[in-house]
């Protein structure tokens, strides 16, 4: 689940890392007032739950209150990457010395919480990691003792080089971790962090994503949540049990498993169509479940067939072949559908559906090229 | 030979009297499998199946000297499970349950190292060896006894791909399912290590997905220290970048964990990577008539 970046900053305020004022504003005149309560150059940011806002024009500096007003104008209501801008944040724009970077991820290689830091900051971490990874420093914490006092004064010194101002970073350092592990975030990113003339070290600008499977035990996190059209497409199907995305081509999948789903989006582009989605419909096969993943698929316009792709392990082809009989009595649709039945209980599965008129196939290439020419027709 | 579980396996079953629990227990011992305890706290006493009852994984431990082990907790309790495991000294668990919190599979991993502990999972679907031991909630038809090992981060994916295997008269010495989940335990280095070392294996079957970079380093674990040919699959080539496909793992983050870079890293390993299913069996056929 990802939060916007006013958000984490609240989390931040929490945790008591330290984070210039700001307002979150909704319309023009919001941003004017607030811009003149805080009576000095501000920086209005627009909230979206996508990176690259500076690129694309969502970020403006302002001097003044017109500077404010006329970056609200330009701001609010654009378009970044597909999100609509609706609000902005309005924020303290400090003098800055020099910009870095600290974030904290789960590393699957050495199965810990990892912190990173670089002394480039403000700029895009993945192309430094990449162009110069040696400027990255990373360090892997032990969830036994959490970030140690003197491991976080070591990584700040690399960093800042003065200890006054090492001693600061590290505070920063072990709150941020400690708002990572209470939170059950994935990624917990501070760029840039700055430092200031006054030897100040703040927080500018802060991205935070956390764990789906956390959620049930992180009720406060969970209250953030602001998901977009798409996403609540997609939280509906999780609700249900199955697991939706949606893509841009014209060809419904509906299948068992993560893999196999992916495994049959391949397939389709592989032979020249384009898939309409990702939708796994998990182990069970209840026709209620079968039901409710037609009505999602067939809810996306741009549906021109629809390929049915069942292995049977646990999930018995008969359970899903009468799910689908259920399903097609309650949907009436004039979208052709294929469906490829195999392992347990194909046989009976294939049987029951000679009844529906159904084009059923017994393999998932065969499937995917009738699905492709169905989706011509 | 095999990898991991065989005959002498002594399975518990960690949360027998759940419904997925009773379900799968069935199918194991109908495929052969040594089930000798089930743990169900406060259910100590009750014979299912045949099969005796414990309150604590010690206790079973203890009474039938199990050194095997399989987890169907609900999630928010896996964790707990497989720490119990550990201490009671099993050697190997299968954690089939989904879902569980990253951070308590990184709280989980300094524990398991401590006690030597092996696991497989979370969110797995387990592991056999062919007429010796099913681990899991793998159809166990569709395995043949064989000399193909076979490695993957999927379900059902796994068992079309080992379906293909059987049809085309490719046997499989062990399949590993070793789940979609970022955190996980034995993976596919570990795996791979067994298989070379694994004498009745000929050649292994790698099946991988988008996000993370276990299969670049997969491909160069092959390339310096392995002699049998191995075949490999990924899934999610048409995946978008930043969604997550169904697994916790299966997300293409910061421009990588694609699956062009992992084609190209096994590639660049000498590893023949399919464009499809189908073509895995062929591919099998022509690396092992060299």
Known sequence: ?????????????KYGIPVPEDVLCYTVSEVEKAARDLNRMVVVKAQVLVGGRGKAGGVKLARNVDDAVSAAKQILGMDIKGFKVEKVLVADAVDITKEYYVGLINDRNTKTVTLMASSEGGVEIEEVARVSPEKIIKFHINPLTGLLDYQARDIALQLFGDIKIAQKGADIFKKLYKLYVETDATIAEINPLVLTPDNEVLAIDGKMNFDDNALYRQPEILAMREPDEDELVEIDANNKGLSYIR???????MVNGAGLAMATMDMIKLYGGEPANFLDIGG???PQKVIDAMNILLKDKNVKSVMINIFGGITRCD?????????????????????????????????LLKQTNLPTVSSMSEAAKKAI????M | ????????????????????????????????????AGVSPGK??????????????????????????????????????ILEASEAGIELVVAISEGLPIQDMIRVTPFLKQNGTLLIGPNCPGIITPDEALIGILPGNIFKKGNIGFISRSGTLTYEVVNLLTENDFGQTTCVGIGGDPIAGLYFIDLLERFENDPETIAVVVIGEIGGDAEEQAAQFIAEKMTKPVVAFIAGQTAPPGKRMGHAGAIISSGSGTAAEKIAAFNKAGVPVAKEPNEIPVLLRELLKK
């Open chain 1, 1 to 13: 689940m990802k939060i916007h970046e006013y958000q984490a900053r609240q989390l931040f305020r």
């Open chain 1, 247 to 253: 893509l841009d081509g014209n060809i419904g999948c």
């Open chain 1, 284 to 286: 069970s096969s209840s």
């Open chain 1, 319 to 351: 359970d899903v072949a009468k799910g689908l009989i259920k399903a097609l009595e309650v949907i009436t649709t004039d979208i052709p559908i294929v469906v490829r039945l195999s392992g347990t209980n194909a046989a009976e599965g294939l049987e």
């Open chain 1, 373 to 376: 020419e169905l989706s011509r």
């Open chain 2, 1 to 36: 030979m095999s990898i991991l579980v065989n005959k002498n396996t002594k399975l518990v079953i960690q949360g027998i009297t759940g419904r997925d629990g009773k379900f799968h227990t069935g199918k194991m011992k109908e495929y052969g499998t040594n089930v000798v």
């Open chain 2, 44 to 81: 100590e006493g009750l014979v299912l199946d045949g099969i005796p009852v414990f309150n604590t994984v010690a206790a079973a431990v203890k009474a039938t000297g199990a050194n095997t082990s399989i987890i169907f907790v609900p999630a928010a309790f896996a964790a707990d499970a």
